[in-house]
């Protein structure tokens, strides 16, 4: 009989217990979402849009930032984000830039970057990503795409206004070139 009191004292408690637990299909959808969550806005200026709409709100810091996503920055826009592995994107004015792809493992470190800046201007301080494996952290431009190697450094991309064949029939003047 001893062992049926102790069993039955101990119930309460495993009670408890089983009650203070929240079970994970009970969760907000604001903690699920941050499994899909790349980045963190940190400071937020001027006109910035996210997403190929003006309709949406625009980002206030401490929003989330996921991969896919197209970040806009006006005339007198900027934005500075950090991503999950500790990448730190800066956005300057006139900027369009999509977070192409964005994956990381906390546990093993590993994932891959792809940033497409399609205009303006990006400041990136590389985190874990690009130190541990720097062939997955790439900066797409309309003309280049760049393999990181540093740690520190920017991107301008300045959308052309005229192709090169038209500036090389308009504008080059050795033209001997042209016709071999």
């Not at 408890?16 to 969760?27: D, K």
């Not at 941050?34 to 625009?58: C, E, N, W, Y």
């Not at 984000?81 to 192409?100: C, E, H, I, Y």
Request: contains cysteine; charged residues 20%; glycine residues 8%.
């Amino acid at each position: 009989m001893p062992a049926f009191i102790a069993a039955r004292r101990c119930l309460p408690l495993a009670v408890a217990m089983v009650l203070s637990t929240t079970p994970a299909w009970s969760q907000s959808p604001a903690v699920a979402s941050d499994a899909a969550r790349a980045g963190t806005f940190k400071q937020v200026q001027g006109d910035i849009r996210l997403g190929t709409t003006a309709s949406q709100p625009a980002p206030q810091s401490g929003d989330a930032l996921r991969p896919g996503e197209r970040i806009t920055t006006g005339k007198d826009g900027a934005a500075s984000l950090v991503l999950k592995d500790g990448t730190v994107l800066t956005l300057g004015p006139n900027t369009t830039a999509n977070l192409s792809q964005f994956q990381f493992d906390a546990t093993t470190q590993e994932g891959n970057l792809v940033l497409e800046l399609l205009q303006g201007s990006v400041r990136v301080v590389t985190g874990l990503l690009a130190k541990i494996n720097p062939d997955r952290f790439k900066v797409k431009t309309p003309t280049a795409v760049v393999g990181v190697r540093g740690t520190d450094f920017i991107v301008e991309a300045t959308p052309t206004t005229e192709p090169l064949y038209y500036y090389l029939r308009h504008h080059w003047r050795d033209h001997s070139r042209l016709r071999r």
